[in-house]
């Protein structure tokens, strides 16, 4: 394979990785929005009945990250809420899983 064409393919890929970010990040932001407006509905119905004071929004979302150049897609945990001082919060990775080997079936 001659220089160019590695060269040509490297572009290309990272063309597609570019564009699977993309495509990630617009999914994600749609389900922020969906989530946000829900847990607001929610929050609303938590405050119409002090009495329960039951927690019933969700407290898990996913995001992107950034590190050591590499996207990342991972699930958050944000907790039902900060009593006291406000503090902000970037919420809770949630670990991966140990993978579960899958046996190749042909």
Not at 12 to 25: G, T
Not at 65 to 84: A, D, M, N
């Amino acid at each position: 394979m001659s220089k160019e064409a590695i060269l040509k393919a490297r572009t290309e890929m990272k063309k597609v990785v570019e564009d699977l970010v993309a495509e990630a990040r617009e999914i994600i932001d749609d389900y922020w929005i969906e989530w946000r407006v829900k847990n607001k509905e929610l929050g609303a119905l938590e405050n119409a009945e002090p009495g329960k004071s039951k927690y019933l929004r969700g407290n898990i979302a996913p995001r992107i990250t950034v590190r050591t150049g590499k996207h990342y897609l991972e699930w958050v945990f944000y907790g039902p809420g900060r009593y006291g001082s406000k503090n902000k919060s970037w919420g809770d990775r949630i670990q991966p899983r140990i993978a579960i080997k899958v046996p190749y079936i042909r």
